[in-house]
């Protein structure tokens, strides 16, 4: 991975691709049941949230196991800020939501990425599960049994409401705006000199740090901007279902996100959209034939490992050199 | 040959800028550098021989903050900076190469000094700014490529280099970051004889602008482009001076060179 854009035929077939997958999307809930225009609504959501851990796994080469820390806290923003008997507005909210795990990233982050490798796994886990008993113990975070909201948010600005998040297909839509905008944007920023850094503490740390970068404060940078993302994902999460509990910081929910990056393909912003899809197809699929369902999935996540060791998100390329046989120089 | 990014004008020094004093590396209970007192002067380029296990690699560790010093200091310009992370070193003028290649395997030759050349001007908040459209830095880059024989390969993947071309890149990515003090590490090691020849014109031209400190076991060239010749052995400074003084040496006969490596006839 250079960093830099792909040209040439490969490029036209990936914006091809991407078109095609847009409109799709786009046209989904004029087709769609609103079962599976809600499901697709919240792979997207979870698609935005693979998106930033990958820019920690695939881009700055941390491997984070305490992911779902953020993402829970962006979660719980929106359900601890909507009074009981009225709605907060999204306008407010939102921004306040991405603060609140923003703030909580960084301080996480001044401490772990000071370690590296198993520690660094180790370490985000800790922290996360440290967050897992805060809402689940105190009185501040209402226990086990979560918080239910009893209002959506809304998107009121003055008296001018643009959308209604009480209808499916509005929440929907925003959902996919905002996936489509976090993927521009992580796409831009590993393509400034910020993303191109990260990118070389990824491949040599070492040298990075002897060519004058001060690493630890671009891995800090990188932790709390994939934290505020995931925080993101969150608001968006408890925004659909209306309700939270612990459950979404949990060890379970960090794993959950890593395997779907394994199985689109770690370090492709591609591969964390294709990876949220194919794991809860697979989830969504097992599930209907078999009360042990985990079983199939870890059967089938192994075996994407061994034969696709480069997740789904490499069989383009592959098809490319094997079949048209084009030097895939990317 | 084109001139390697000099350092600019104000911040150009004279005389000696770096110095060691009773520097002191210990690995257990060996003292790998025992209290070594050297000094860089720039215009100069000093050459620190030994056998192997001598602690010349250790010494350029201890000066570029890889490694922490376990006693003494590093005085740079003045300051001392015994205690400074090895970034920093880089940022206030200190560069250095490496005797195993050190580079980003998957980027791009050009990539891969664009990077170093970034270092200088990180611009971290234009986060939606393409870094290549940096003219710049880009401009940089390619200079330290070209100075360093490889600014055809600019294209190629750094691991589909040859190895002699991964050596020559070592050394433009240290040159990208505009170093004033350069430390060498056996820059010349795993390179054809004309590639060598290049290395050597390269630090005779590099020589006026920046103050150097080169480790290299290539006795022909260490005798074709030194000023002062320091020789390391266990550790420790057995003798330091120009070229003709390290040639007569008994001493240095003695504990490292042999007759032919001074190049003495017969």
Not at chain 2, 252 to 257: I, P, Q, T
Request: glycine content about 10%; overall charge neutral; some cysteine.
């Amino acid at each position: 991975m250079t960093g830099l854009p792909a040209g040439g035929a490969a490029g036209k077939w990936k914006a091809i691709a991407l078109v095609a997958t847009l409109l799709l999307l786009g046209l989904f809930p004029f087709v769609g049941s609103g079962f599976y225009v809600e499901l697709v609504a919240k792979i997207m959501i979870l698609s935005i949230f693979a998106l930033s851990l990958d820019l920690l796994v695939g881009y700055t080469g941390l491997v984070s196991f305490g992911h779902a820390a953020f993402f829970g806290i962006g979660a719980y923003a929106l359900a601890l800020m909507t009074p009981k008997y009225e709605a907060a507005n999204l306008w407010l909210t939102l921004p306040a939501a991405m603060l609140a795990a923003a703030l909580a990233a960084f301080a996480v982050g001044l401490f772990v990425v000071r370690v590296k490798g198993v520690y660094f796994i180790m370490v985000t886990l800790a922290f996360a599960q440290m967050f897992y008993f805060v809402f689940h113990d105190t009185k501040f975070g209402r226990g086990s049994d979560g918080i239910s909201m009893n209002f959506k948010p809304v998107a009121t600005i003055g008296s001018f409401t643009p959308f209604d998040l009480a209808k499916g297909s509005h929440v929907y839509y925003c959902v996919l705006v905002l996936l489509v905008a976090v993927f521009v944007f992580l796409h831009v920023v590993l393509r400034s000199s910020f993303g191109r850094a990260l990118q070389g503490i990824r491949s040599n740390e070492h040298r990075m740090r002897s060519l004058g970068f001060p690493v630890y404060w671009y891995k800090l940078a990188s932790f709390t901007l994939a934290g505020t993302i995931a925080g993101l994902a969150g608001y968006l999460s408890a925004l659909q279902f209306g309700f939270v509990n612990p459950e979404l910081l949990s060890w379970h929910q960090s794993g959950n996100v890593l395997l779907m990056l394994i199985l689109g393909g770690v370090g492709s912003l591609y591969g964390a959209v294709v990876g949220a899809f194919a794991f809860v197809a697979l989830t969504e699929i097992f599930q209907a034939l078999t009360n042990h369902w985990q079983l199939l999935l870890g059967a089938a996540i192994i075996l994407l490992v061994i034969f696709l060791p480069g997740g789904l998100a490499s069989v383009a390329g592959r098809f490319r050199r094997t079949l048209v046989g084009e030097a895939d120089d990317a | 040959m084109p001139e390697p990014n000099p350092p600019p004008e104000q911040t150009r020094s004279i005389g000696t800028i770096l110095t060691t004093r009773d520097l002191t590396r210990r690995f257990g209970g060996l003292a790998a550098v025992n209290r070594v007192a050297i000094g860089i002067e720039f215009g100069k380029l000093h050459a620190v021989v030994g056998p192997n296990g001598a602690g010349k690699t250790t010494l350029i560790n201890l000066l570029s903050g890889d490694l922490a010093a376990s006693s003494g200091s590093v005085i740079y310009k003045g300051d001392d900076i015994t205690r400074q992370a090895a970034d920093r070193r880089s940022r206030i003028g200190i560069g250095r190469s490496y005797q195993k290649t050190n580079i980003f395997p998957a980027f791009t030759a050009f990539e891969n000094c664009r990077l170093a050349a970034q270092s200088r001007t990180p611009r971290v908040l234009h986060l939606l700014a393409d870094a290549s459209s940096f003219q710049p830095v880009a401009d940089a880059a390619q200079h330290a490529l070209d100075a360093a024989g490889i600014g055809p390969r600019a294209a190629r993947i750094a691991s589909t280099l040859s190895h002699g071309e991964q050596r020559q890149l070592e050394i433009a990515m240290v040159l990208a970051t505009r170093p004033e003090v350069l430390l060498l590490d056996e820059p010349l090691a795993g390179m054809g004889a004309e590639e060598a020849a290049l290395m050597v014109e390269l630090l005779h031209t590099l020589k006026p602008r920046h103050a150097i400190l080169l480790v290299e076991h290539d006795m022909d060239a260490v005798f074709a482009v030194a000023d002062v010749i320091t020789v390391m052995v266990n550790g420790q400074v057995l003798e330091s001076g120009p070229p003709a003084q390290i040639r007569a040496s008994a001493a240095v006969r003695d504990a490292y060179l042999g007759a032919d490596a001074l190049g003495e006839p017969g």
